[in-house]
């Protein structure tokens, strides 16, 4: 059973406006949330990241908003550039689950010129 | 920076080969694991360490074991290689702090023929 859903396998934008990336999780426990870019042929790279106890980080461009009433999180993206252009995933650890990631099946976001 | 290194970005081996893939990380981390990724599934944990000598089942460890001889290094075993287990392998290290990520390698592309 997926613990962590990404029910959008792809998304495409124009460049200057916003990509809105979503996830949803099932596991309570869950209580520190991720987001990964990934570039074909590379690995995976640390996006942004929140803890259970905020709604919303920010870092640049990107913000990730977290509702743990509805176990949802999503990353805004604005504006999205073409070099954005990734595979997004979203990933989730539980409290006394040894620090192991449980990763969503990826949004492929491609950003148009 | 953090560095986690895979010993080969492409490799390509025959059905029923014993298989080694090799990683390691320069950062001290005491979690260490391996993923897989495929089409449509996302990454899949295969086994994780969070010390020397230890490691747990993650959610598909059927056809792999894994060895932790030193902090550093961690590495994943397909003792008879089958076409199936062709992937992109990512090897990944975090430390022991609950709200940090985890940093991948750049990934091993396997093919068994």
């Known amino acids: 059973d997926q613990q962590v859903k990404q029910n959008s396998p792809s998304l495409s934008v124009q460049e200057g406006r916003i990509s809105i990336l979503n996830c949803d999780y099932t596991n309570s426990m869950f209580d520190y949330f991720l987001w990964y870019k990934k570039y074909p042929a590379e690995g995976p790279t640390f996006l942004i990241s929140?803890?259970?106890?905020?709604d919303k980080n920010e870092d640049g461009r990107f913000t990730v908003f977290l509702n743990k009433s509805a176990k949802h999180l999503s990353l805004h993206i604005v504006p999205s550039q073409p070099g954005d252009s990734a595979v997004y995933f979203c990933a989730a650890s539980a409290e006394g689950g040894s620090e192991k990631l449980v990763f969503g099946k990826g949004t492929k976001l491609t950003v148009n010129p | 920076d953090v560095k986690v290194t895979q010993s080969s970005r492409y490799l390509v081996k025959r059905t029923g080969e014993k298989v080694f893939l090799e990683c390691v990380q320069d950062m001290d981390h005491e979690n260490m694991f391996w993923y897989r990724q495929d089409p449509g599934l996302g990454l899949r944990l295969i086994y994780f360490?969070?010390?020397?000598?230890?490691?747990e089942k993650g959610d598909i460890p059927e056809g792999y074991s894994v060895s932790r001889e030193k902090k550093e290094r961690f590495s994943l075993i397909l003792e008879s290689a089958s076409t199936n287990q062709t992937s992109m392998y990512l090897c990944?290290?975090?430390?022991?702090?609950?709200?940090?990520?985890?940093?991948f390698g750049q990934g091993t592309r396997l093919t068994v023929v």
């Open positions: 360490s969070y010390d020397v000598k230890m490691k």
């Open positions: 990944a290290s975090s430390s022991g702090d609950r709200y940090t990520e985890a940093f």
């Open positions: 929140i803890s259970s106890i905020k």
